[in-house]
């Protein structure tokens, strides 16, 4: 049976559920083939759902972060395509917004790093840094994993002098896509195993290279939930029903982040990054688990102040316990709007705004609030703790400062 062949009628039961919308206003509009908009007492199909919120709060129009930024989660290759004119635009909304440095993690290697090195640093040299990326497939066929290069028995040796060498020309760090565990096939046709031995020496590597490995595990807590009615964010997945990892096919989320941990207790001398929050912004309980028992483990925020705002007072008092060890992120670059949302998440007190300018929101049918972190946390996750960790942002922080003084 395909696997969403049920959708339709997971529509019909949650226009029905959700909404209280009575049987035969429904049978009436699918017969008369009326839209689902709720317009003059039509029946309302969930995903056109646009509820406006009455409530009456202060508001704080932030446009700009409060101190420097180091964005440590960007994608300029995938979400700019190496155009030109967008690095332009998006250099003049970092300007605006006090972003001093952004993180690109879609530097790859050999070539294409360099390529996209020629990209970012040609015209701004101080304003971006790279992360490389792991290259299991090589010369092999997309569609046959057993010719890809990581089958090979010497894969890690070559991978970390593949490293060494991104390193002298600029690499920050490596970055670690959410494939690795739940897209890359092994030889059998299984998923490629986060905590493989076969691999060890690449994460060795790292550390001794000082270069910080930014990993994506797994996903938000329903992508590996039944899409039903008691799924949190049936809405977003209704529309992209390729984002679930639901079921037998796949890996459990708990499986994934337990390799993942793992890796990062057999490398105490590597400096694990846990992209999204460690993928687990629902329960800060559990990562702050991980970073008592790993003191090797950092997190940043990327696409989950979503989940961050909406339990402020967990995650203010989060925040100010662990303000050593939380970078900062967006995963952009993205509108300037969504960006001042990340302000005011961190900065204000203000209540119940949104996270982001799309409608709907991306990442479930919610507003958020602010946790207002103090001066020093706040510099701490906008770039100090970066400059602690990642080569190169401490003298490339420098410049910026520098140089908005001078201006």
Request: a negative charge; charged letters at 30%.
């Amino acid at each position: 049976m395909p696997r969403f062949s049920l959708l339709p009628f997971a529509l019909f039961i949650a226009q029905l559920l959700l909404l209280g919308m009575p049987y035969s206003l429904l049978a009436q509009a699918e017969t008369t083939d009326e839209p689902l908009d709720g317009e003059n007492g039509r029946p309302l199909a969930i995903g056109e759902f646009r509820p406006k919120a009455t409530l009456k709060v202060h508001q704080t129009k932030l446009t700009r972060a409060k101190f420097p930024v180091v964005d440590d989660h960007t994608h300029f290759r995938y979400r700019l395509r190496h155009s030109p004119e967008q690095l332009d635009d998006f250099v003049g909304v970092m300007d605006r917004n006090n972003i001093a440095i952004c993180v690109s993690l879609d530097g790859r290697l050999g070539a294409e790093f360099d390529e996209h090195a020629k990209y970012l640093w040609t015209k701004y040299p101080d304003r971006f840094l790279i992360y490389a990326n792991v290259d299991w497939q090589g010369s092999g066929d997309p569609d046959k994993p057993e010719t890809w290069a990581c089958q090979r028995p010497d894969f890690g040796r070559r991978m970390a002098l593949e490293l060494a060498e991104v390193k002298k020309k600029g690499a920050s760090g490596l970055k670690l896509f959410k494939q690795f565990g739940l897209g890359y096939k092994d030889a059998d046709g299984s998923f490629l195993k986060i905590d493989d031995p076969r691999w060890d020496p690449i994460w060795k590597a790292c550390g001794e290279l000082g270069l910080p490995v930014i990993i994506h595990t797994a996903d938000p807590v329903a992508f590996f939930q039944p899409i039903d009615k008691k799924n949190e964010r049936w809405e977003e997945l209704s529309r992209h029903p390729d984002w679930s990892f639901y079921g037998e096919e796949f890996p459990s989320r708990e499986e994934l982040l337990a390799a993942r941990n793992r890796v990062i207790e057999r490398h105490p001398e590597t400096t694990f990054i846990g992209a999204h929050f460690a993928n687990n912004s629902e329960d800060l309980a559990q990562v702050s688990e991980w970073l008592e028992k790993y003191p090797n483990l950092y997190i940043e925020p990327a696409s989950r102040i979503s989940e961050l705002g909406r339990q402020p007072y967990t995650a203010r008092e989060f925040f100010l316990k662990y303000q050593d060890r939380i970078l900062f992120g967006t995963d952009g670059p993205w509108p300037e709007q969504r960006l001042h949302y990340y302000w005011r998440f961190l900065e204000t007190f203000d209540e119940y705004f949104p996270y982001s300018e799309k409608v709907p929101p991306p990442q479930g049918l919610w507003y958020i609030y602010g946790i207002k972190l103090p001066d020093d946390v706040l510099q701490k996750i906008y770039h100090g703790n970066a400059a602690k960790i990642i080569p190169g942002v401490e003298e490339k922080l420098k410049n910026y400062v520098a140089k908005q003084k001078a201006e």
